[in-house]
């Protein structure tokens, strides 16, 4: 089942992120969307909850205030939302992290002599552009890292850490220091960070995918698992070719 409710008091994709991350901590909580323009939370349930437990869970950040809306009944079960870009078509919801991919592709063909070259050009703009959108708020990215990193979800502290590796890497592909060490540390960043972006799209659970940052509102997807996928797999080659 699936209801929306009224929350009032977010003012800032740091505060969606929060909401986001509180409701989702409740038990029986399946998924939760965030419509911060509309001020409205929907949320998938296993089983119906008290509209009290979910206020309680809200109740240590008093700005936020959650309500039911008038006229929506929440005893009967509801036909299942999709997240709230659903609406979108797969291109436009998917539009910025591909227009990413595509400036990073063209800059790698133009800048590389050979496969090998080209991989690790790729590599260094691919993890500089993506920890720049997660710098831009990382308090914010760190809430939403921890609805579904397993490392982030238990160490918070992981969430403010994770944008500075990944601009580490991106240095070090630049640079072109200890390509064994820098392949090596891609390949273990990449491979803990997909185990819960599988996690969650197996799940079916309507999360945001923080993969840049707050500044853009992407549903979780394949695409995420396209994503890191790629890095752990040209990472691995490189480890193999300097073997």
């Not at 509209?51 to 809306?69: C, G, M, S």
């Not at 993890?127 to 982030?152: C, E, Q, R, V």
Request: proline share 3%; hydrophobic share 50%.
């Amino acid at each position: 089942m699936t209801h929306t409710y009224k929350v009032t008091g977010m003012t800032c994709t740091g505060c969606q992120a929060k909401v986001h991350s509180l409701l989702s901590a409740v038990p029986a909580v399946k998924n939760v969307s965030i419509d911060l323009q509309q001020g409205e939370a929907t949320i998938g349930m296993d089983r119906h909850i008290d509209t009290r437990d979910l206020q309680a869970a809200l109740k240590d950040h008093p700005k936020y205030q959650l309500t039911e809306i008038h006229g929506q009944s929440h005893g009967v079960a509801a036909k299942a939302l999709e997240p709230e870009d659903a609406a979108k078509s797969w291109l436009s919801t998917y539009k910025p992290i591909l227009l990413v991919f595509a400036y990073l592709l063209v800059i790698t063909v133009l800048t590389s002599r050979d496969t090998m070259q080209g991989m690790q050009h790729f590599m260094a703009a691919f993890f500089l552009t993506f920890s720049f959108f997660k710098m831009l708020d990382i308090p914010a990215f760190a809430d939403s890292y921890s609805t579904y990193d397993i490392l982030a979800a238990r160490w918070r502290a992981w969430g403010f850490i994770y944008p500075f590796a990944e601009a580490a890497l991106g240095i070090g592909y630049l640079a072109g220091f200890n390509p064994m060490v820098t392949n090596s540390a891609a390949f273990l960043l990449m491979s803990l960070s997909i185990v819960g972006v599988l996690r969650s799209v197996l799940q079916r659970r309507a999360i945001r995918c923080a993969c840049l940052g707050t500044v853009f509102n992407l549903p979780m997807s394949t695409i995420t698992i396209i994503e890191d996928g790629l890095m752990i797999v040209m990472s691995a080659i490189a480890i193999i070719t300097a073997l």
